[in-house]
Nanobody, 119 residues
């Protein structure tokens, strides 16, 4: 059983910071990319940040300069450091990973962690 478990969400004030973690457990191999998506109420899910197996990073324009994605390959964990949080960052944040599970290449998702930015 492969699981992606997010943690680190919570309630923060505008301008505050949070660090999200996504731990991957189980028999997944050859992870080629990991990323963070978010979905705000009434909106579509959007890519926030991604990191490839080679360390190449991409960010949504709305978070550039504020968010940083990183990974620990030995722990199969990906992080999202979020600084200077804004009200519009409020969303459920989902971890995503692409890898090989039971011989098949799959995209996997966590259950999400809620980030609420409010004064």
């Amino acid at each position: 059983q492969v699981q992606l478990v997010e943690s680190g969400g919570g309630l923060v004030q505008p301008g505050g910071s949070l660090r999200l973690s996504c731990a991957i457990s189980g028999s997944i191999f050859n992870i080629y990319a990991m990323g963070w998506y978010r979905q705000a109420p009434g909106k579509q899910r959007e890519l926030v940040a991604s990191i490839s197996s080679g360390g190449s990073r991409n960010y949504a324009d709305s978070v550039k300069g504020r968010f940083t994605i990183s990974r620990d390959n030995a722990k199969n964990t990906v992080y999202l450091q979020m600084n200077s949080l804004k009200l519009e960052d409020t969303a459920v944040y989902y971890c995503n990973a692409g890898g090989v599970v039971a011989g098949s290449r799959l995209e996997l998702w966590g259950q999400g962690t809620l980030v609420t930015v409010s004064s």
